[in-house]
């Protein structure tokens, strides 16, 4: 279980991942000795997932964000690598979920513009044995992306 402490010191590093151990220390009143070896077993627990650079996505000319539906064939194939892996190894796509309803994969992806995203349909996505049909959402403006969730009053099972 997760106690108070280290709650603390999750919700310090989601504001700021790369903040000096010792102001987090200070900020939880504890030794930085201990906050570090807090940190380290949370990390080991798989509570903390990793550390992520967010880059700004228009500075690298990424600034088409469409959400795709894809609907597959829903056979599977072992000759074959699965949908979802495939998907997920383009570099383009940010997110691959797979979705209850009418479509059976949801993907989120980046592109510069919608003639690379076109291109993407065309050449690479709608290529890939077993998927049926896209519907694709382009996105007109964002108030609101993060990877991010409340955990306030959460404490997970060990």
Known sequence: ????????????????????????????????????????????????????VRLNPERFNRRLIAFIFIKTDGHPHPERTPIPDTLAAMPEVQ?????????????KLRAADHQELGALLRERIRSIPGILSTRTLTVLSTHKETARFPISGILPDE
């Open 95 to 107: 997110e691959v979920h797979e979705v209850a309803g009418e479509d059976c994969l949801l993907l």
């Open 1 to 52: 279980m997760i106690d108070e402490i280290s709650l603390n010191i999750l919700n310090i590093l989601l504001e700021k991942a790369r903040i000096p151990n010792v102001e987090v220390a200070r900020q939880v009143g504890m030794a930085p000795s201990a906050v570090l070896e807090r940190i380290r077993k949370l990390e080991k627990q798989g509570i903390i997932d990793g550390y992520e």
